[in-house]
T-cell receptor
Framework: RKEVEQDPGPFNVPEGATVAFNCTYSNSASQSFFWYRQDCRKEPKLLMS???SGNEDGRFTAQLNRASQYISLLIRDSKLSDSATYLCVVNGGTSYGKLTFGQGTILTVHP | DTEVTQTPKHLVMGMTNKKSLKCEQHMGHRAMYWYKQKAKKPPELMFVYSYEKLSINESVPSRFSPECPNSSLLNLHLHALQPEDSALYLCASSQVSGTGVGYTFGSGTRLTVV
């Protein structure tokens, strides 16, 4: 079983749509959780950290369920500029100090 | 300054060449990382430096040799690489290894081994 699993998609949605991505992680000792965004041929950029209490940043909402070892990202009112690969990332667990990336979910927002 | 700067941006090298990738940050971060990313794959950790000391080596072949001369610089020395080593090499830094703070990535060096 992979340490971090994501549905690779692709997700193709129209502008204005709401889209949700899910991610599961295998190691219950994992300590920190993030969503990164990566544009084609660019470096990953931190989108937001994920907390058990849930956190929101504008159109983006992230949620962590430690009991189910499940992380989610919700994007509301999708924009064309949201088209990217979204990476679920977990820190700690099997190797302290190591970021483990999911395979990424490809999102394409079309007019 | 909230950037991680990597040079060169592109590198083509032969299998007998020796080259170095460089990474620099001035955010006062004390943990620095090398990741390797193949096309359509997620980044994979290679090395972690914490307080200028190597703390994690993910069983990387010895043809890759990391070096951390000081708290702001991280190098990756390359020697006798294979074509399958062609990839995007990403440097990242964070305040301290293992904290809950996200890492900042450089824009990467796109390496082609011919």
């Amino acid at each position: 079983r992979k340490e971090v699993e994501q549905d690779p998609g692709p997700f193709n949605v129209p502008e204005g749509a709401t889209v949700a991505f899910n991610c599961t992680y295998s190691n219950s000792a994992s300590q920190s959780f993030f969503w990164y965004r990566q544009d084609c041929r660019k470096e990953p950029k931190l989108l937001m950290s994920v907390y058990s209490s849930g956190n929101e940043d504008g159109r983006f909402t992230a949620q962590l369920n430690r009991a189910s070892q499940y992380i989610s990202l919700l994007i509301r009112d999708s924009k064309l500029s949201d088209s990217a690969t979204y990476l679920c990332v977990v820190n700690g667990g099997t190797s302290y100090g190591k970021l483990t990336f999911g395979q990424g979910t490809i999102l394409t927002v079309h007019p | 300054d909230t950037e991680v700067t990597q040079t060169p941006k592109h590198l083509v090298m032969g299998m007998t060449n020796k080259k170095s990738l460089k990474c620099e940050q001035h955010m006062g971060h004390r943990a620095m990382y090398w990741y390797k990313q193949k096309a359509k794959k997620p980044p994979e950790l290679m090395f972690v430096y914490s307080y200028e000391k190597l703390s994690i080596n993910e069983s990387v072949p010895s043809r890759f040799s990391p070096e951390c001369p000081n708290s702001s610089l991280l190098n990756l020395h390359l020697h006798a690489l294979q074509p399958e080593d062609s990839a995007l090499y990403l440097c990242a830094s964070s305040q301290v290894s293992g904290t809950g703070v996200g890492y900042t990535f450089g824009s990467g060096t796109r390496l082609t081994v011919v």
